[in-house]
């Protein structure tokens, strides 16, 4: 029985380095594929991280065919290209999109650079859109209301890499405050850029290892040296599980539980203190109604980088107890790259797909675990396993610690 | 088959309230600004601001503004959230770094620019300056990042794992390299507010923050297109002094917000409740 509280997921619109369509990521996390490529759509000999996992061009959205001309989309930027297409197709793929003026529809996106990016992006392409402030007019997000036809409430949030679960979070209360019947929300991030790689590089955040790059990412793993640069987003429609329920819909999950904390510690390292990642996690599986043995499944933060494993390993091993070495966890930032505001976003739909196949995404490149490690990682392939419920963590810079807890419906 | 029903059973959303405990405000040129980053409040580190946009500089002053006029030096916000925007963060910034990277290529991008010049970055030194462990989310960063944070902070209204929320806003008037007619450069002011929400009680106080959501029964209802979108100046200068008013403004996706105060009830409001700002010598405005 479910409350009318209850929040389900019924359209999912993702554009990834894995893959556009839903079957297509779920065959690549299931195989354990890599989507991490040398850059080559810019010049990088003097970066030192010369890979990305990379998305290539966006699909045309249908509307843009239809209402407009493939030639506008690809005169668009690149970061709005990808919400537009991602919530497009999350629209439409939940049924709604025929019906989207008879419904009260909102639409919350986790964007971490949606003007820096706009600004560095014109400026390659020899603009001063930077110097010129009375250009800077229409954000993303009412731009893809305008183009999609709705007029809900409209928000980006920002939580640097927990932004879209902070997203997820935000939309579904939204339904359940009542202020919307249907919320498109998620994520989308176009960090492959030079400026990105280049600031990224000098924080000595990223994998050098441009030799080998679909081992570069190597989350949990001893012979790791940084993250890998991403890019993707995926979008998703948020309902009350009455209104699902009614119209039959196909359903990819419940948002069981949300949490967040800040760490109030750095604005780059994670707090070696376990306590405050540790609350986000017990608040998300509060609101769930599920005990941390209870779960089937934690997509881990884990980027790769020898700090942020180990504080998200020291917070898991304290919420899991005796449970650590049952539960399983992977990173498939292994896999994907890391989609730095859109990671959430990404790692809710790994989730998903989790849930809905029946088998745990393993982190690939893992060879030789921590030492001391208590947690069940799944190494390199993928192990059929029964997934009821789901964790996915999103720690971002600014020391934003999320966590969601998805239920198999 | 026929078509499922329509779901939308239409229910007009309540303005969300809290009160407001504390309120600061900064506006500040760049020679203020220069001097409120090499004077970080007290009870921070001296190199605090060191790498900081200059809107956080301003967002973490007014910040502590409040608490100051509030008399809440030694309130614990531990169980305090943040909501931030900041407008068009890291624009002055971005713009020296893509001139360096044009001429000196990626050895010239700081390591800084993006932990301390993206949108996350007010929200998150915000928590960092007060030890702030409930969340922190930037919102917004373009022209209607003001109603974006106010209807996200409205959203946040009610979550009991909440002591608090500050509310900060951040913004340039006019947005650096805005241009007079004649083609010379205008001045940016810098502009911060920061409230201190909580929960209204019996004896929260006579200072309110209202935030009516969008109320709309389908999209097929028309859109109000503002051609001015609310700013964060607006907000401040309309704020700086005020006592035992009230004030609406009309959010950009529809909605208000109000700052309430109750006029009966003037005469025992205290300090704290009414908008006191800052120049960089301390002095109120």
Redesign the interface.
């Known amino acids: 029985v479910h409350s009318d509280n209850t929040v389900w997921i019924t359209g999912v619109g993702a554009c990834t380095p894995l893959g556009n369509e839903y079957d297509v990521i779920a065959d690549a996390l299931s195989a354990g594929k890599s989507g991490v490529r040398p850059i080559t759509h810019f010049h990088?000999a003097?970066?030192?991280s010369q890979i990305a996992a990379q998305i290539g061009q966006v699909p045309t959205p249908n509307r843009w065919n239809t209402h407009s001309t493939a030639d506008a989309f690809r005169a668009l930027d690149p970061l709005d290209q990808l919400a537009h297409f991602c919530a497009e197709q999350a629209l439409r793929d939940s049924g709604w999109w025929e019906?989207?003026?008879?419904?009260?529809?909102g639409i919350v996106i986790g964007?971490?650079?949606?003007?820096?990016l706009r600004?560095?992006n014109d400026?390659h392409q020899g603009g001063q859109r930077?110097?010129?402030?009375?250009r800077?007019?229409?954000?993303l997000?009412?731009a893809v209301q305008r183009h999609i036809?709705?007029?809900?409430?409209?928000?980006?949030?920002?939580?640097?890499c927990a932004?879209g679960n902070?997203a997820l979070a935000?939309a579904r209360?939204?339904i359940q405050?009542?202020?919307v019947?249907i919320c498109l929300a998620g994520a989308c991030d176009r960090g492959v850029t030079?400026?990105?790689?280049?600031?990224?590089?000098?924080?000595?955040a990223l994998s050098r290892r441009n030799q080998e790059p679909e081992a570069a990412s190597r989350p949990f793993d001893k012979d790791r040296d940084g993250f890998v640069l991403g890019e993707g987003g995926a979008m998703f429609v948020l309902?009350?599980a009455n209104?699902a329920r009614?119209?039959?819909a196909r359903v990819y999950g419940e948002i069981a539980g949300c949490g967040?904390?800040?760490?109030?510690?750095?604005?780059?390292i994670p707090s070696p203190d376990p306590k405050?990642a540790t609350?986000a996690i017990q608040?998300a599986l509060a609101e769930a109604g599920v005990t941390a043995d209870q779960l089937h499944y934690i997509n881990a933060h884990a980027t790769g980088t020898p700090v942020g494993d180990a504080c998200e390993t020291a917070a898991l091993e304290t919420v899991l107890g005796d449970a650590a070495p049952n539960v399983p966890v992977s990173s498939s930032k292994s896999m994907t790259g890391h989609l730095l505001s859109a990671a959430g976003g990404m790692e809710a739909l790994v989730c998903m797909i989790a849930m809905d196949r029946g088998f745990v995404p393993p982190t690939i490149n893992l060879h030789s675990p921590d030492v001391g490690s208590r947690l069940c990682h799944v190494c390199n392939e993928a192990r059929d396993w029964p997934i009821r419920v789901a964790m996915s963590n999103s720690f971002?810079?600014?020391?934003?610690n999320?966590s969601l807890v998805l239920r198999a419906v | 088959m026929t078509a499922p029903r329509l779901i939308t059973a239409i229910r007009e959303p309540n303005p969300v309230a809290w009160a407001v405990v504390g309120c600061g405000l900064v506006r500040a040129n760049p020679d203020q600004l220069k001097a409120l980053r090499q004077n970080p409040p007290k009870h921070l580190a001296a190199g605090f601001f060191k790498h900081a946009d200059d809107q956080i500089v301003a967002g973490v002053a007014a910040v502590f503004e409040a608490v100051k006029s509030a008399g809440m030096e030694e309130t614990s916000f531990a169980d305090w959230g943040v909501v931030a925007g900041a407008c068009y963060l890291g624009r002055t910034v971005l713009a020296g770094a893509l001139d360096r990277f044009r001429s000196a290529g990626a050895w010239s991008v700081s390591p800084h620019l993006i932990p301390n010049h993206m949108q996350h970055c007010l929200s998150g030194s915000v928590s960092i300056a007060l030890k702030s462990h409930g969340l922190n989310v930037g919102v917004g960063g373009g022209p209607t990042t003001v109603s974006e944070t106010f209807l996200a902070a409205a959203s946040l209204a009610g979550d009991n794992r909440l002591g608090g929320l500050w509310i900060v806003l951040t913004g340039h008037a006019p947005e650096p390299f805005s241009q007079f007619a004649n083609g010379t450069i205008a001045a940016p002011l810098c502009h911060a507010l920061a409230l201190a929400a909580v929960a209204v009680t019996p004896s929260s106080g006579v200072a309110q923050l209202r935030v009516m959501p969008a109320v709309r029964t389908s999209s097929n209802d028309t859109v109000e297109v503002r051609s001015n979108s609310l700013r964060v100046s607006d907000l401040t200068n309309s704020l700086a002094g005020l006592a035992g008013q009230s004030l609406r403004w009309q959010l950009d996706s529809g909605g208000w917000v109000e700052w309430q105060s109750d006029l009966a009830r003037k005469e025992t409001q205290k300090e704290s409740q009414k908008c006191t700002a800052i120049t960089p010598s301390g002095s109120p405005e």
């Open positions: 990088v003097d970066h030192p019906r989207r003026q008879e419904i009260r529809l964007l971490g650079g949606e003007w820096p600004w560095e400026c930077i110097r010129e402030p009375g800077d007019t229409e954000p997000v009412s036809g709705f007029a809900g409430p409209a928000v980006s949030l920002s939580a640097a932004s902070q935000l209360r939204w405050n009542g202020w019947d030079p400026i990105c790689l280049a600031a990224f590089g000098n924080l000595r309902e009350r209104s009614r119209r039959c967040a904390s800040s760490d109030a510690h750095h604005m780059v405050p609350r608040q971002g810079f600014g020391g934003c999320t």
